[in-house]
């Protein structure tokens, strides 16, 4: 029989394990806590490194990517306290080697169509999570919880690989407490998908209220509507999520009048599908231990500040696929060949991520000036180099014929 593998998670870390094993020749069983797949989104910026990825792993025809087409005027306002719209340099100002907007669904939609393939799919068991870990010397023994049927049995696998995100039961179980690895940052974000634009900005455009220790943020596309980002400093994290979302935010962002704040949490209100977390990065000495390995958010996550995590998760499982296919018979090996070979990359995604959280977020108002001022020379040259070149930016060339099918935001 062939090595099996477990694989807790059906995020773009999980699915993209899963893909990579399946090509080197492994079997694996995909386990979601959740009753049905995920289908819902915010903005993620795929970087060059996760198209690559998505190329390595068979599923770049695929993807569907949002980006709006680039003009001269520019497509990303910023709102200081005078209130009037200043073009700023957008994450997207760049040229086709730059970053490309998609939705997080966007993303788990075409991993999926590749994990169902009719031809080889992957099994996929929903509404079960692992209750017990036990490594031996012949493999993985593993205790499952069938929360659909009431049932608990045990499996055994020859690796498990622990995808399941920032709380990572598999990271619990096998390599402690969360406290162990997740550093706090004192930070929180909330992001949702808007019904509609902010009244007076066309509907490709992003805007950012930058103030200091809160921000909000709304990101446009070419094809969808827009989502949104709200980031803030706390020195009391555990204060955020004591009584309501709504209420909390909107004392948060009390005296911050502009309307595309007011439309932000008036949004608020009825949004379907939130996000609201604590922002941590997770640090470990080592994403393994025996047979069991972790990815994606379970093992570094980068903070949404970073803008890597969708690509890192993907880059994570295509290389986990290549290090066993590349050293069959000795999974030790190719664990250590993984982690040597994706560990620079990840330190220094993380290293950089606090400056990329000024711009998110500024810490301080002589942060807020002097984030103003960098951006406008930068994007004087960035721009003055772009209408050089043409009018219109297209997208990436990685796009399918589509939006991917059954992804509702």
Request: charge should be neutral.
């Amino acid at each position: 029989m062939g090595k099996r593998a477990l694989i807790v998670g059906l995020g773009i870390a999980g699915m993209s394990a899963a893909i990579g094993l399946r090509r080197a020749g492994w079997t694996p069983v995909i386990v979601e806590r959740a009753a049905e797949r995920r289908t819902g989104g915010y903005f993620v910026f795929l970087f060059p490194q996760g198209r690559e990825a998505a190329a390595d792993l068979g599923v770049a025809g695929h993807l569907h990517t949002r980006n709006p087409a680039w003009k001269e005027g520019g497509n990303t306002w910023a709102l200081y306290r005078r209130g009037e719209p200043k073009p700023e340099l957008g994450f997207l100002d760049q040229d086709q080697a730059g970053p490309a907007a998609v939705l997080r669904g966007d993303i788990e939609a075409a991993l999926w169509q590749s994990v169902t393939d009719a031809e080889d799919p992957v099994e996929v068991r929903f509404a079960t999570t692992p209750a017990e870990i036990v490594q031996g010397p012949d493999g993985v023994r593993v205790l499952l919880d069938d929360a659909g049927s009431g049932a608990r049995y045990s499996e055994t696998f020859d690796l498990v690989v622990g995808a399941d995100g920032l709380r990572s039961t598999v990271r619990r179980m096998v390599f402690g407490p969360h406290e162990d690895y997740m550093t706090d940052w004192n930070a929180m974000v909330c992001a949702f998908q808007l019904k509609e634009h902010v009244p007076s900005f066309a509907p490709t455009d992003t805007i950012v209220v930058p103030r200091a220790k809160r921000a909000a943020w709304v990101f446009g596309f070419a094809d969808h509507a827009p989502t949104t980002l709200l980031t803030y400093r706390t020195d009391d994290i555990q204060k955020q999520f004591s009584g309501s979302r709504t209420e909390q935010l909107r004392s948060v962002y009390a005296g911050m009048n502009d309307p595309a704040v007011r439309h932000i949490l008036d949004s608020l209100e009825t949004a379907p599908d939130v996000l609201f977390d604590s922002v941590h990065q997770v640090k470990m000495p080592r994403w393994s231990s025996g047979r069991v390995v972790l990815l994606g958010d379970a093992a570094w996550c980068l903070t949404t500040y970073s803008g890597m995590g969708a690509s890192a998760a993907l880059r994570g499982g295509a290389a986990l696929g290549k290090a066993v296919r590349e050293h069959p018979g000795d999974l030790d090996a190719a664990l250590d060949a993984w982690e040597t070979g994706l560990r620079p990359f990840i330190t220094e995604e993380q290293r950089i991520a606090k400056i990329k959280q000024q711009r998110f977020v500024p810490s301080s108002t002589p942060v807020v000036v002097l984030r103003r001022l960098v951006l406008s020379v930068a994007r004087r040259i960035v721009h003055r180099r772009r209408a050089a070149e043409t009018t219109e930016r297209p997208a990436p060339v990685l796009t399918g014929a589509g939006p991917a099918s059954g992804n509702r935001s």
